[in-house]
């Protein structure tokens, strides 16, 4: 019969280094087998049938001899022999050993044996046979030793954490092994792994928050993780819309002495799309007075603040952080600095924007005794619009993760300072999107000078001089630079393409690569998007004539517009605007309504797709309030669209825009009820489609559903002024009613029932209104 036993791979190799070693190797494979031995035997004398008797252990070993193994398997990361047969078990009520209840089959094990392994081993056994019975079992054999002091080891880790995790579910278990974990504490010293940590998010997943809390309370003063594991459990659940998790996370904080997590929640929330959790873990913070440091980690949400809601008052150290950017700021921090600068870097005679030597702008970056907050503003103030590529390898040094260098790229981009067009800045800033930390920092150290990246028959020459020498670490760097080379390539050269393809007027090949862009994920530039708004958008007209030229210049614009909003491209909501006014005039009604829903049901499906961050055009976004030579504006998903500088309302929410579409809709519905010849049904689709004269009022009820706010009076206002034109006639001077229209109530139900409301009042006082309207209409008002 195969005898258990745990080898982990440092006793292995431990066994062969010493004579001390090998014996204490010895002695817990006597322990194992002492132990099976009294389980097997147990079992033989209780059963009938089972005739084996079980190997006897040797009495003794020789020195550095092993006794013959099963074979071996992994369990858990541990070297594990073949758990007992089906002779051996275990009582998953009594959680002791069957036979006759006794504590006999523990007289193998002193009582003072506390080894990890050893315990480790006989857990992993009777898990594997009898579940979670089996684990509790041998809880109840480990709970009665009194001298447990390990807790760190790997073996420790991996006991304390098995049984944790099959009594989570049962509330007494649960508290029997907090007990036991406090009485370890206070006699030994010795704090139970991860207690707090895997008691309280186990609770938060299954959605137990009340019992969550409870442990929380229980656990935190003896147990307490430690700020940044408190920190990582918070971060772990918190990016949710669910009220009752957010109500338990912040009570969690609330109860906690860990502070200084304002930059570690409010960003993670803010560019997941959660700014409504945002205000309230903000509110939670001020009033335990947690604010930001002066650093730029929650800048982005505290603009968002300051731009859409302004009247929130922040607070002195909120206000800090959003004025990190203007110069303003830096001149108050050290007048004596700035002096530094100007007498370095300064020479009045040259232009504003000059580009500075890099290698004297490298050593600014790299001198240890000036902040890189402010070495980067300082160059900023000084007009500096581009560094060199030694310059960015200067400030990436000076952060340890691909995550920081990418802060600093951002926040360079923040005060319109680029990293140019080389090939060393176009690799690092792709390792760093890439979250390539190790290839960074051999990036950011290798002996190879930026320059030469530029070169790519120098680079070759290098690549293959290191592996003929074995030099495996640069040979590996620049095989992994090559791909982020090509697709530098590939991006640059897709968007020249576009380029000549618009001024070609080859519209529908730019059309197809924008296409192909979208699909190979290749990045259409800032500069591309402006030249093709300076080349197809802008000269648009705003009250077109009606002509084909005109009607195939908006079908193009229609075109870009869309591929680019796919894109989430930041557009000026004008141009949006330009087409739908353009489609109104050329009596494309039916375009104009796919057209308008289509943007709605575009930027909801972005919205709900991928939550976070989406662009704003500068122009659409309300003013900041305070300098700030940013170009991006972003909006968090979950911005209400109910709120007026809401991006689609910036499209839609235009009262002449609402008279237009209602008079465009009355148009395109009329043509049939005003020939004598037609017959015009009372309830013509009321519902928006075919030719019903309430058309345009059907479709701004639709927008009104998806969000777009539905300006009763001016739709009423101008629903009477087509009515008026239509029902009322000049003969001798006085309006008659035309003849051949539909009577005045049907129509007056017609528009009440597009709306959704009562949109018109009753016939008398509709006609008053109407005679009202035409006399204003006489007199040209």
């Known amino acids: 019969m195969p005898r258990p036993a745990a080898i982990t791979s440092r006793t292995r190799r431990n066994s062969t280094n010493s004579p001390s070693v090998t014996e204490k190797f010895t002695q817990k494979l006597r322990y194992l087998e002492t132990l099976v031995t009294l389980v097997n035997a147990r079992d033989f004398s209780s059963t009938t049938t089972n005739t084996d008797s079980p190997p006897k252990p040797s009495d003794s070993l020789p020195f550095g001899s092993r006794p013959a193994l099963p074979q071996l398997r992994t369990i ?99 508290k029997d092994v907090v007990l036991f974990a406090e009485r370890l504490l206070h006699a030994n010293s010795a704090q139970w792994p991860l207690l707090y940590l895997t008691t309280v998010s186990y609770c938060l997943r299954k959605g137990q928050y009340r019992r969550a809390l409870q442990w929380h309370m229980r656990l935190m003063p003896n147990f307490d993780p430690g700020q940044e594991a408190f920190c990582a459990l918070l971060r772990e659940f918190v990016a949710t819309s669910d009220p009752d998790m957010q109500q338990i996370l912040q009570a969690l904080y609330l109860t906690a002495i860990h502070r200084g997590l304002y930059n570690e929640i409010i960003p993670l929330l803010y560019e997941s799309g959660l700014s409504q959790e945002c205000a309230g873990w903000r509110h939670a913070f001020i009033h335990h007075d947690d604010l930001p440091p002066p650093n730029i980690e929650s800048q982005p949400y505290l603009r968002f603040l300051a731009r859409y809601y302004p009247t929130i008052t922040l607070e002195l150290e909120e206000q800090i952080v959003i004025g990190l950017n203007s110069k303003a700021y830096w001149d108050a921090q050290d007048d004596s600095l700035w002096e530094v600068i100007h007498d370095t870097h300064g020479d009045e005679s040259e232009p504003p924007g000059r580009q500075q030597s890099d290698k004297l702008g490298a050593r600014w970056f790299a001198s240890s005794w000036v902040p890189l907050d402010f070495a980067i503003h300082a160059v900023h103030a000084l007009g500096v619009h581009h560094i060199g590529p030694l310059s960015l390898q200067s400030i990436a040094l000076r952060e340890p993760t691909a995550k920081g260098v990418l802060a600093r790229i951002e926040q360079l981009r923040a005060v319109n300072i680029g990293i140019g067009h080389s090939a060393y800045a176009w690799v690092l800033k792709r390792f760093a999107e890439n979250n390539e930390d190790e290839l960074l920092a051999e990036l950011l150290r290798t002996d190879i000078h930026p320059d030469v990246f530029d070169d790519p028959a120098m680079l070759a020459s290098i690549r293959d001089k290191a ?142 797709s991928n939550a976070g961050l989406l662009p704003v055009h500068p122009l659409d976004a309300p003013p900041l309030g305070v300098e700030s030579s940013a170009k991006d504006v972003f909006v968090p998903t979950d911005l209400p669209i109910s709120h007026e500088q809401h ?131 006489r007199r040209g008002q």
């Open 76 to 174: 858990r990361g541990h070297l594990i022999q073949r758990e007992p047969d089906s002779g051996t078990n275990i009582d998953p009520e009594g959680g002791i050993w069957l036979s006759d209840k006794s504590d006999a089959e523990l007289g193998g094990i002193p009582e003072n044996e506390d080894d990890p392994s050893l315990w480790l081993s006989v857990l992993v056994a009777a898990k594997q046979k009898q579940g979670r019975g089996g684990v509790l079992a041998v809880w109840e054999a480990v709970k009665r030793r009194k001298s447990w002091r390990d807790v760190t080891s790997e073996e420790a880790k991996s006991l304390w954490g098995i049984i944790l995790e099959n009594v989570l579910h049962d509330e007494d278990r649960l």
């Open 647 to 777: 991006p689609m309302r910036r499209i839609f929410d235009n009262p002449a825009l609402h008279a237009a579409i209602v008079r465009w809709g009355f148009k395109a519905g009329g043509l049939r009820c005003l020939d004598p010849a037609g017959d015009f049904p009372a309830d013509t689709e009321a519902a928006g489609g075919g030719s019903s004269l309430a058309r345009g009022v059907r479709l701004l009820a639709v927008l009104n559903d998806r969000g777009i706010p539905f300006r009763t009076s001016v739709v009423q206002e101008e629903v009477v002024k087509c009515l008026a034109r239509a029902y009322l006639a000049q003969t001798n001077g006085a309006p008659r009613v035309h003849a051949g229209l539909p009577p005045l109530n049907s129509i007056r139900e017609l528009f009440n029932k597009a709306a959704g409301r009562r949109l018109l009042p009753d016939v008398a006082e509709l006609q008053d209104l109407m005679m009202e309207a035409r006399g204003k209409q």
């Open 467 to 608: 592996f003929d020498e074995g030099d495996w670490k640069t040979h590996r760097l620049l095989l992994s630079v090559q791909p982020a080379m090509v697709e530098d390539s590939v991006d640059s050269t897709s968007n020249i393409l576009l380029h000549h393809l618009v001024d070609e007027g080859r519209f529908k090949q730019g059309l197809a690569l924008l296409d192909e862009m979208r699909t190979m994920d290749i990045g259409v530039h800032a500069s591309t998007i402006q030249h093709i708004c300076a080349s197809l958008l802008d000269p648009l007209p705003w009250n077109p004539k009606t002509t084909t030229l005109n009607q195939e210049a908006f079908s193009t614009a229609i075109a870009f517009l869309t591929r680019l909003t796919l894109l989430q491209k930041p557009l000026h909501s004008r141009y949006w605007q330009k087409v739908l006014f353009g489609l109104g005039k050329f009596g494309r009604f039916d375009v104009l309504e796919d057209i308008s829903l289509g943007i709605l049901d575009t930027h909801r499906h972005l919205c709900n």
